[in-house]
C-alpha cells in the first residue's frame, strides 16, 4: 500500500515507520531537524524490546509525494489551518485519510476540506516520544488503532487498511461506534 504519514513526528514516525518496516511503500512528512535527520540516517525507532532504523521516503512537501492509498493525518491538530490543505496532492479518488489526532472532532477538518467520504475518523493509543531528531522511542506494551466508519458499517477500506496494520504487526480494531471510541480515548487522554 502507498501510504504518506502527515506529521511524521512522535506517534507518525512510530506508526510509519512500522508500516514500511511491514512492507509498504511509506513517505514520511517531517520537517527541520527531524527531517535532515530522517534523510540521512533513516528513523530510528526503539521500544522496550528492540531498536531498529527505517529507510524511507521523507519530505517536507506534500506536493512531492504523488497521489497515495492512505494519508495518515498526526500533525497536532493547532497545525490543521496549514496541513490539511495541503495533502490534496496526495489524494486521488481512492485515498483514505485516517485521522488519528486528538480530539473527538479534528477529524472534521480534513471532512471539510477533502469531503467527508474519504476522511475516517481514529484513536492511537500509545506511549510514543520524539527523543530527538530522527529517533521515535515507544514505551510499554499498549499499543493499538481503533478506527471506523462514521455511520458504523463495516466496509470494504476499513478491513483493508486493518489487515495493512497487522501484517506491519500494529494491532487494529474496527470500531462500529467511532464517537464513543473519539469519547474514551478523550477520557483517557484527560484523566492522565
Given at each position: ?56 521516503k521523507a519530505t517536507d512537501d506534500p506536493g512531492q509525494v504523488g497521489p497515495v492509498d492512505l ?34 472532532d479534528s477529524f472534521e477538518a480534513a471532512a471539510r476540506c477533502h469531503g467527508a467520504e474519504k476522511v475516517l475518523p481514529g484513536a ?69
Amino acid at each position: 500500500m502507498r501510504i504518506a504519514v502527515m506529521g511524521a513526528g512522535s506517534i507518525g514516525g512510530y506508526f510509519g515507520g512500522k508500516l514500511s518496516q511491514g512492507g509498504n511503500e511509506v513517505t514520511l512528512i517531517a520537517r527541520g531537524a527531524h527531517l535532515d535527520a530522517i534523510r540521512s540516517r533513516g528513523l530510528k525507532i526503539i521500544t522496550d524490546d528492540s531498536e531498529f532504523i527505517v529507510e524511507c521516503k521523507a519530505t517536507d512537501d506534500p506536493g512531492q509525494v504523488g497521489p497515495v492509498d492512505l494519508v495518515l493525518l498526526t500533525v497536532k491538530t493547532y497545525h490543521n489551518q496549514e496541513a490539511v490543505p495541503a495533502m490534496v496532492e496526495m489524494l486521488s479518488p481512492n485515498t483514505t485519510v485516517l485521522c488519528l489526532q486528538n480530539g473527538i472532532d479534528s477529524f472534521e477538518a480534513a471532512a471539510r476540506c477533502h469531503g467527508a467520504e474519504k476522511v475516517l475518523p481514529g484513536a492511537a493509543y500509545i506511549d510514543v516520544s520524539l527523543e530527538g531528531p530522527g529517533v521515535v522511542r515507544q514505551i510499554g506494551k499498549d499499543v493499538e488503532i481503533v478506527f471506523g466508519e462514521p455511520d458504523g458499517v463495516d466496509s470494504p477500506r476499513c478491513e483493508s487498511i486493518s489487515v495493512t496494520f497487522r501484517k506491519a504487526g500494529i494491532p487494529a480494531q474496527l470500531s462500529n461506534n467511532i464517537q464513543r471510541t473519539l469519547w474514551t480515548k478523550f477520557l483517557y487522554i484527560a484523566t492522565t
